[in-house]
């Protein structure tokens, strides 16, 4: 049934929010900032709040880099520069990898398999050197990163763009894999292709949005494809 598999990295193939902690909490640490548990929580929670403005189209990508911090500082009151605090996180976050469960056996299995696409809203060279540390860039055919794209998911503009670089593409031969519902489910809908939402916590759907599977583990992939 299916030719074409999309799927996000952050949370989906690579643990975003263990790999966010510790780059976050270096680059507090680099600022003389003292990293408390609180502290790298609620930049994480500002951090989800300015990408999903994003998604909804409400600032840039570039605003949403340096503004999480900016925010959170002026929040906290703490006397900071938040575009140094940014290019130091960013430098921490390239280093290492941690894998979500399941994703180094599910994906030489889908490799095998299906044309894979990596699909991700990251920045570029995190996610390029995120990709080389985990090892797994020969499984994708190509990686659709959106600051190379000109756009982000969920919009249709950064779908359109990543099927035309797929010779001979058929949307109905697609699936879209991911955790988010705001940016991998409602731009695969949006895209016209298949979506299966990672749903590892059991959240609850949005209503009125249309998920064809719904996985716990990324394993349940192979009960399907």
Not at 17 to 42: D, M, N, W, Y
Not at 205 to 210: F, L, Q, S, T
Not at 211 to 222: G, T
Request: net charge negative; aromatic share 12%; proline share 3%.
């Amino acid at each position: 049934m299916y030719q074409y598999i999309f799927l996000d990295l952050d949370d989906t193939i690579l643990d975003f929010h263990k790999a966010e902690a510790i780059a976050v909490t270096k680059a507090f640490v680099s600022l003389g900032i003292a990293p408390t548990e609180a502290l790298v929580c609620r930049y994480s929670e500002i951090n989800q709040m300015h990408w999903q403005m994003l998604e909804r189209g409400e600032c840039t990508r570039e605003q949403v880099l340096v503004d999480r911090f900016a925010h959170l500082f002026q929040e906290r009151g703490i006397q900071a520069n938040a575009l140094e605090c940014k290019e130091s996180y960013e430098n921490f976050l390239c280093m290492g990898h941690y894998f979500i469960p399941g994703a180094e056996e599910i994906l030489p299995y889908l490799a095998e398999k299906y044309q894979l696409y990596l699909a991700s809203n990251g920045t570029a060279r995190v996610q390029d050197s995120r990709l080389k540390s985990a090892g797994i860039r020969p499984y994708f055919q190509d990686v659709f990163v959106s600051e190379r794209m000109g756009s982000h998911k969920p919009s249709l503009t950064f779908f359109e763009a990543c099927f035309a670089q797929i010779p001979g593409f058929d949307r109905a031969k697609a699936l879209m894999i991911g955790d988010s519902l705001t940016s991998d489910m409602q731009g695969g809908g949006n895209a016209g292709i298949d979506t299966c939402w990672y749903n590892p916590k059991g959240a609850a759907r949005m209503d009125g949005m249309k998920i064809n599977y719904e996985i716990q583990n990324l394993l349940e992939l192979k009960t399907f494809l």
